[in-house]
């Protein structure tokens, strides 16, 4: 005889342990430190930096070593990059 599941067996989908926009660490001090200074300020501070490396650089002929470029591009992969992430799962 097959077994068969009826739509009380059935499997579901395991709710998320932490829901982060309804937690409460979103409501503590260093949370909102965070999102509201830390990271904006490496944000802009990589967009400069880019901006240096690309344009104002090249322009004025003092353009980037190859060692800080990749230090530059890195950084702004890494924060752009979780910044997506949060972006795509809803945290931000």
């Known amino acids: ?9 059935a499997a579901r989908p395991i709710p998320a342990t932490i829901p982060m926009p309804d937690h409460p660490i979103r409501q503590t001090g260093w949370f909102q ?8 300020t490496a944000e802009w501070v990589t967009a400069a ?18 060692g800080y470029l990749v230090q530059v591009l890195l950084f702004a992969g890494g924060i752009f990059g979780v910044r997506a992430f949060e972006k795509v799962k809803g945290v931000a």
């Open 1 to 9: 005889m097959i077994a068969t599941t009826t739509d009380d067996q």
């Open 33 to 40: 430190a965070y999102v509201r200074l830390a990271r904006p």
């Open 49 to 66: 930096g880019l901006l240096y490396a690309f344009v104002v650089g090249p322009a004025i002929e003092r353009p980037l070593a190859e």
